[in-house]
């Protein structure tokens, strides 16, 4: 089993208590797993109903729903008290995904950016972030950034990847921190 992001992991304790969170693109349920343990209701999401079937436990209900279908977004009405998502890219959803996050939202994201190619996949400008790209999704969303990563790891593999955790809050000076 994949154990879940140190990227993740760090910024989980700031979720708000008991809120609802939604893991895009979940994947295997990494991310689902760790904030179920964590008391929260998880919403775990992806096209692949193979993978959701290993997902679904106590505290996580899932959704099989391809995301890049063109279908509306699923979540129109839905505010979650964070959004997490881990390598994957899909910039039409930038927009849907700042909107349902609650007041004092959390947006934990994740994934590979511009010269990730020199590792290998992914590789194509499509599934690559631009410089700065999460930083400007973040401002034009009117998002509170707590933190920010542009650069090259080594693990679990070698990547330049762009991490963010932002918050949508009115008054980003009472900002739980700790």
């Not at 208590?17 to 008391?39: K, Q, T, W, Y």
């Not at 511009?114 to 590789?123: E, I, K, L, S, W």
């Not at 194509?124 to 700065?132: C, I, K, P, S």
Request: charged letters at 25%; glycine letters at 10%; proline letters at 7%.
């Amino acid at each position: 089993m994949e154990q879940a992001s140190p990227w993740v992991v760090r910024f989980a304790p700031l979720l708000p208590p008991g809120g609802e969170v939604l893991d895009l693109a979940c994947g295997g349920g990494r991310h689902a797993r760790l904030l179920a343990r964590r008391g929260h209701t998880v919403l775990a999401v992806d096209r692949d109903g193979a993978l959701l079937a290993g997902v679904r436990a106590p505290g996580i209900d899932t959704l099989e729903f391809d995301l890049e279908s063109g279908a509306p977004w699923p979540f129109e009405a839905a505010r979650f008290a964070a959004i997490v998502v881990t390598n994957y890219l899909h910039r039409p959803l930038f927009a849907d995904l700042i909107r349902s996050l609650a007041e004092g939202g959390v947006l934990i994201y994740e994934t590979f950016a511009d010269g990730n190619q020199r590792f290998g996949r992914p590789a194509r400008a499509d599934f690559l972030l631009r410089r700065g790209e999460l930083l400007d999704v973040a401002r034009i969303g009117g998002l509170h950034v707590l933190a920010y990563e542009d650069g090259c790891t080594e693990r679990p593999k070698p990547a330049i990847v762009q991490r963010i955790c932002a918050v949508r809050t009115s008054d980003p000076a009472c900002l739980r921190l700790d």
